[in-house]
């Protein structure tokens, strides 16, 4: 039998680790992929209080298909800006995307 | 120590070291690849949570279709990007320090909380769940709305999708 603290545990180093990414790595498609692990994180803490605290129902499990097609839209939207980007300014790097900084 | 137990701390651990490799690692190719290792462990819990139907969307949408796309999108911009070089930039330090700061003040949160060490409740009725998922994701007195909203939010992004990143005419 799993205890409830190590899927948390679990779930809470992954986020910090995409955290990690998204503040730190230069490259705007890895910030992407960053992102995607946070949201993993976020899935299976849903599926895993689902399971843990209220495994009668089903809302948890409807969450996460919920969390799920947001990720899908994300991922499609973010690559294609990042490849629009890449297009007109020939880089991916988050630092040049500076035409809206004020 | 139970079978499950050694099955989730040996995934855990290859999980993890695959999520740290797809942020630190220098060529964008392989950070994919260690991405799609890292969806691959987190298909697993989701077997030995129960959800064996999140297991299967894992496969299918993660890696089968947001992994993909992702290596696609590497390849499309590899030029500029080449794998010479630091990837990170020079404030990966307080980058660290935030990360660590954050899971310093979950942990905080979890230690105080009583249901922490919760063991899973027997799940009865274990085979009925897909059903009730599915019926509960088209009844209107109960996920209908969020449901319809998704799909409408997945139309919506495939949309925004082709019409950013399609080639225009001048």
């Known amino acids: ?102 | 120590m139970t079978a499950q137990q050694i099955i989730f701390l040996v995934v855990a651990a290859v999980t993890l070291i695959a999520g740290i490799s797809v942020v630190t690692s220098r060529n964008l190719i392989h950070s994919a690849l260690w991405l799609i290792l890292t969806l691959a462990g987190v298909a697993v819990f989701y077997v030995l949570l129960n959800a064996g139907f999140f297991a299967v969307i894992q496969v299918v949408v993660y890696i089968g279709a947001i992994a993909i796309l992702f290596i696609f999108a590497v390849m499309l911009t590899r030029r500029v990007m080449q794998d010479t070089g630091p990837q990170s930039n020079s404030y990966w330090w307080l980058g660290a320090l935030i990360a660590l700061l954050l899971f310093a003040g979950i942990a905080l949160i979890f230690t105080n909380w009583q249901g922490f060490k919760a063991l899973p409740p027997v799940m009865l009725d274990q085979s009925g769940k897909l059903v009730q998922l599915g019926l509960s994701l088209v009844s209107p007195d109960k996920y209908l709305l969020p449901f319809e909203l998704a799909s409408v939010l997945l139309v919506a992004g495939m949309i925004g999708a082709i019409y950013v990143a399609g080639e225009k005419k001048q």
Not at chain 1, 37 to 44: F, G, H, R, T, Y
Not at chain 1, 50 to 56: F, G, S, T
Not at chain 1, 71 to 84: H, T, Y
């Open chain 1, 1 to 102: 039998m799993i205890p409830l603290s190590w899927y948390l545990t679990f779930a809470a180093i992954l986020f910090c680790i995409g955290l990690y990414g998204v503040l730190v790595r230069k490259n705007a498609i890895a910030i992407l992929m960053s992102i995607e692990l946070m949201l993993n994180s976020v899935i299976i803490n849903l599926i895993s209080f689902w399971r843990y605290r209220a495994p009668e129902g089903i809302s948890g499990q409807a969450f996460a298909i919920v969390v799920f097609a947001v990720a899908a839209a994300e991922v499609s939207v973010g690559l294609a800006l990042i490849i629009s980007i890449y297009r007109r300014r020939k880089s991916v790097v988050a630092e040049d995307m500076n035409l809206m900084k004020w």
